[in-house]
């Protein structure tokens, strides 16, 4: 209960400082494939899928390698909307080898909710890195995009549709976190919200809440 409470907290938090349709589950404790349906043919990271309910769904993910950018701000949709805009710079060419990307999925947000209703949040925008260029990839020329490591690890995802607004993300990390009980504990102070389509992708959207396990 006091992680519930603790979960809550944290995203309705983030919902101040920053002022669907639920997908179909796979079947229990189906081992999903490396490259799932809702990729969408592109590049996206390796998972297993541990478990899976309508609640919640337990990943496997191998270690990753992203590009990102960090942005302190008071709305997650403009922070959202500013990463991006750095981070296609660099994949259509802004880099030391002027050198185009593929576009990958998904566009990934780690939030680090502030401390009070007039506060910034952390937002780390990221896109992943497709292994042909992971070993490799060429240099950012804009000095707020970086690169960043993301280790082996678990995640409790919560997936949900349509065109996804400020109360649909809080909504669906609230409901990820009744979902868990005392024994699946996760890293509360911060999470990832995760969306696999463009904006002109009108139908069966695909967007997620990750809590990193413990």
Known sequence: MAKFISTVLLLVSTHMCLSAQIAVPEPADVVTPVAPLFCNGIACPAFTVIHSSEEYEERQYSESKWVSTEIMSMDRRSAVRQGFR????????????????????????????????????????????????????????????????????????????????????????????????????????????????????????RNEVWFVAN
């Open 86 to 205: 750095s981070l296609f710079s660099y994949i259509r060419g802004n880099n030391d080898q002027n050198q185009k990307i593929a576009m990958t999925a998904p566009v990934a947000t780690r939030v680090i909710p502030g401390q009070g209703p007039a506060c910034e949040s952390n937002f780390t925008v990221s896109f992943f890195i497709p292994a042909e260029h992971s070993a490799n990839p060429p240099a950012p020329n804009d000095s707020h995009v970086f690169f960043s490591t993301i280790p082996a690890h678990r995640a409790y995802v919560r997936s949900f549709g349509g065109f996804a607004s400020q109360d649909d993300w809080v909504q669906a990390g609230v409901e990820l976190g009744r979902a868990l009980d005392a024994s699946h504990p996760y890293d509360s102070s911060y999470y990832y919200t995760a969306g696999y389509n463009g904006p002109y992708t009108l139908f069966n959207r």
